[in-house]
């Protein structure tokens, strides 16, 4: 069964503390992986796309990483302005309408 | 500036009643979509279009139902048949298919 599991599901940090979010899938036919936040009581905000393993992207201080059976957020010397929920999603197989969606991971960032 | 519009924010229904959602576009993009959030649960598909007058169901389709007359409009109505409406609705497009989702700020809706 194709699937998505993100970890931890919430995780706390001090501002500048470093660390790192999962997004491990079990999907036939990666075509792309997809991170997104998400503000309460917001729609998602689109953040990268991964395309194949190996790739990495990275905007301001988060940076993405995609492996065979993963993906990875980095978030470097974090800001509490960075705290939100971030979501995976994974695109796979002959249907290009068809994501896989995690059930994301509540970041918080203290002062 | 470009982007999706879903009204009501917050939207309230009887039980045995039917209620719209509203999604409106400017992007031009030709695919839409309406998802459903639940807390702890990944986003779960409804249904979705990919051109003007023709709509796929997802994985959840029961009580829901959509139209897409026009391009940039795919309009979301929960009927009474969903038992258990309660939820965070999201509307996305997408301008090709394999790039990432343009959501908009979403439609909470409660059961009275």
């Given at each position: 069964?194709?699937?998505?599991?993100?970890?931890?599901?919430?995780?706390?940090?001090?501002?500048?503390?470093?660390?790192?979010?999962?997004?491990?899938?079990?999907?036939?036919?990666?075509?792309g992986l997809f991170w997104?936040?998400?503000?309460?009581?917001?729609?998602?905000?689109f953040l990268f796309t991964l395309y194949?393993?190996?790739?990495?992207k990275?905007?301001?201080?988060?940076?993405?990483?995609?492996?065979?059976?993963?993906?990875?957020?980095?978030?470097?010397?974090?800001?509490?302005?960075?705290?939100?929920?971030?979501?995976?999603?994974?695109?796979?197989?002959?249907?290009?309408?068809?994501?896989?969606?995690?059930?994301?991971?509540?970041?918080?960032?203290?002062? | 500036?470009?982007?999706?519009?879903?009204?009501?924010?917050?939207?309230?229904?009887?039980?045995?009643?039917?209620?719209?959602?509203?999604?409106?576009?400017?992007?031009?993009?030709?695919?839409?979509?309406?998802?459903?959030?639940?807390?702890?649960?990944?986003?779960?598909?409804?249904?979705?279009?990919?051109?003007?007058?023709?709509?796929?169901?997802?994985?959840?389709?029961?009580?829901?139902?959509?139209?897409?007359?026009?391009?940039?409009?795919?309009?979301?109505?929960?009927?009474?048949?969903?038992?258990?409406?309660?939820?965070?609705?999201?509307?996305?497009?997408?301008?090709?298919?394999n790039y990432g989702?343009?959501?908009?700020?979403?439609?909470?809706?409660?059961?009275?």
């Open positions: 069964e194709d699937q998505v599991t993100q970890s931890p599901e919430a995780l706390r940090l001090q501002e500048g503390e470093s660390s790192s979010l999962n997004c491990s899938y079990t999907v036939s036919g990666l075509r997104y936040r998400q503000d309460p009581g917001k729609g998602p905000e194949s393993a190996g790739e990495e990275e905007k301001e201080r988060l940076k993405a990483t995609l492996t065979k059976k993963e993906s990875f957020l980095h978030i470097t010397a974090p800001k509490p302005e960075d705290s939100a929920t971030y979501l995976c999603a994974v695109q796979a197989g002959n249907n290009f309408n068809k994501f896989y969606f995690g059930s994301g991971t509540k970041l918080n960032v203290k002062p | 500036d470009g982007g999706i519009t879903q009204s009501p924010k917050y939207l309230f229904r009887k039980e045995g009643q039917n209620v719209t959602l509203s999604c409106e576009q400017n992007l031009n993009h030709d695919a839409m979509y309406w998802y459903r959030q639940d807390p702890g649960q990944g986003l779960r598909l409804i249904y979705y279009s990919q051109i003007v007058n023709d709509f796929q169901k997802g994985d959840i389709a029961e009580g829901y139902s959509v139209s897409r007359e026009k391009k940039e409009s795919f309009p979301l109505t929960v009927t009474s048949a969903q038992k258990n409406p309660t939820a965070f609705y999201l509307c996305a497009s997408q301008s090709s298919p989702y343009t959501f908009g700020s979403g439609t909470r809706l409660t059961v009275v």
